[in-house]
């Protein structure tokens, strides 16, 4: 198990997204794409959405539920946190030091 | 559950069928797919079928990254194969032989290309007979005798088209026997022989 999402290729961006959006709450699929759709402006298509919650799900980063009327939520899992909070770290480090640059030119 | 929804759900394997069917199912009659869904499902449907493991239980693991890398140059070889094939084929006829002959840089670039699809015929032999090999082992093992079916039918389609093409060069048209393979009339007579003015004479 791997809290790096950098290794996730074409999921490593979803990843992110499905992470932040459990951030929040424990969510079924048709939650998480709407949620990731206002939060980020990106529309997952339902292939991609499960393509990266299999490869979170193995990874020990979410964990599913109970299904509820055939829909089943995920969690995030302290180790989903872990990761999340280090990878958007990284991403605000590397935000400030752009805008930094850029207010120096 | 709608007869496309349906459809698309059976493009998955069935292991990933079992795991996820339920919810994703339930996921595509909320929101109905649109084109560019259909196509996204394809795409995860062939990654799943790329990465059993996703749906087995077992870790993912750094190797399926190689082994990700290792399946799309054997394709990338297959598809050079088969452009490499069809230009030697659609080079044989007409003036590209003279051509070849009469300047040395097309006949170059031909060699060329002919040699690399003779490289990558066999880079695809040496890494894909081992995959091939892998997944028959695998439903042998697991008893999945639609897998071990969908094996057989790379030899049937040969033995079907070689009896298909003696059929046609013994029986409907023998004339074309006792032509070059090359030869206009043989061609000519091959893509004609379904046509009705074909069975006329």
Known sequence: MGGDLSDLGRFSDPSLFILASLAGDERHGYAMMEDIEVMCGVRLGPGTLYGALARLERRGLIEPLPVEYRRRPYRLTAAGASALRERLASLESFAAAGLRRLEAT | ?201
């Open chain 2, 1 to 201: 559950m709608s007869r496309r929804v349906r459809w698309l759900l059976g493009l998955y394997p069935r292991e990933w069928r079992e795991r996820y069917d339920e919810e994703f199912a339930a996921l595509l009659e909320q929101r109905p797919p649109s084109v560019m869904d259909a196509v996204d499902i394809a795409l995860g449907a062939l990654d799943a079928r790329l990465h059993p493991q996703l749906a087995e239980g077992m870790e993912l693991r750094a190797a399926n990254v190689p082994r990700t890398a290792v399946l799309t140059l054997l394709w990338a070889y297959a598809g050079f194969i088969v452009a490499g094939s069809g230009f030697r084929k659609v080079t044989e006829d007409g003036p590209f032989p003279g051509l070849m002959r009469d300047h040395a840089a097309p006949g170059l670039s031909f060699g060329a290309v002919v040699a690399g699809s003779v490289v990558a015929l066999l880079a695809v032999l040496a890494g894909g007979v081992p995959i091939v090999l892998a997944a028959l082992r695998r439903a042998l093992a697991a008893r999945r005798w639609r897998i071990l079916g969908l094996f057989a039918v790379p030899p049937l389609a040969l033995a079907v088209s070689v009896a298909y093409t003696l059929f046609l060069v013994r029986v409907v048209h023998p004339a074309a026997g006792r032509l070059g393979v090359h030869s206009p009339s043989t061609w000519r007579c091959f893509s004609l022989c379904r046509e009705p003015s074909c069975s006329r004479g």
